[in-house]
């Protein structure tokens, strides 16, 4: 089956810096890739995703590359504010196919003033 | 759009006894989802159902935990009985089909085994 790993597990960045979270994924087969953001006592909130027929999105502060060939993905986060601190999880599913999502393990995204 | 229920919020028990909990998801969400989403961790898949039908069913603990979405909407899981392991968040999610549409989840519900 699918195994994600993510890092680093804590990120700690001034408030206006760059923050960026990188996973990568096993399975070759995987073609969906959605990030979650995850408050204390929430469940997981999608932010962003990107399909592997594309190898960039962006919204905003919020961008996303995948690079099939390696098997990893990466969140961009530009002009960090205090509420960008949160969990951030990355997952890997085989669109098509009958999986659920297989998820990292979380980044712990401090955001300093 | 009103999002994915869950109750209740948090429940403590004693290890061996049993708990339930329920799940609604979004309306018109033909794929539901449970998690188990251990401290620290990201959320594992436990179940999925498609309609009413159980989708895979491979990562469950069979012997204690167990699963049914009667009438293709709501859902419960439940454990019986409980071990002091099962102590987590678990997640309901839902998609409008399955296979990497995005999943909406709910705020979970916390159990603690004592």
């Known amino acids: 089956g699918e195994n994600v790993e993510q890092h680093p597990s804590t990120l700690s960045v001034q408030e206006g810096d760059s923050a960026v979270i990188k996973c990568t994924y096993s399975d070759s087969a995987s073609n969906y890739f959605p990030w979650y953001k995850q408050e204390l006592g929430k469940g997981p909130q999608l932010i962003i995703d990107i399909r592997s027929n594309v190898g960039e999105k962006k919204d905003q502060r919020i961008a996303v590359t995948l690079n099939k060939t390696a098997k990893h993905f990466s969140l961009h986060i530009t002009e960090t504010q205090p509420e960008d601190s949160a969990v951030y999880f990355c997952a890997a599913v085989i669109g098509g196919g009958d999986d659920g999502l297989t998820f990292g393990k979380g980044t712990h995204l401090i955001i300093q003033p | 759009e009103a999002g994915v229920a869950q109750s209740p919020r948090y429940k403590i028990i004693e290890k061996r006894q049993s708990v339930a909990f329920w799940c609604n998801p979004i309306?018109?969400?033909?794929?539901l989802y449970w998690y188990q989403q251990i401290l620290g961790q990201g959320p594992k898949l436990l179940i999925q159902f498609q309609n009413n039908g159980v989708v895979d069913d491979s990562q469950l603990p069979k012997d204690r935990f167990s699963a049914e979405r009667l009438k293709g909407v709501d859902s419960t899981l439940k454990i019986q009985p409980a071990k002091l392991e099962d102590s987590a968040v678990y997640l309901c999610a839902s998609s409008l089909v399955a296979s990497g549409n995005e999943q909406f989840f709910g705020p979970g519900t916390r159990l603690t085994v004592l």
């Open positions: 309306s018109g969400h033909a794929t």
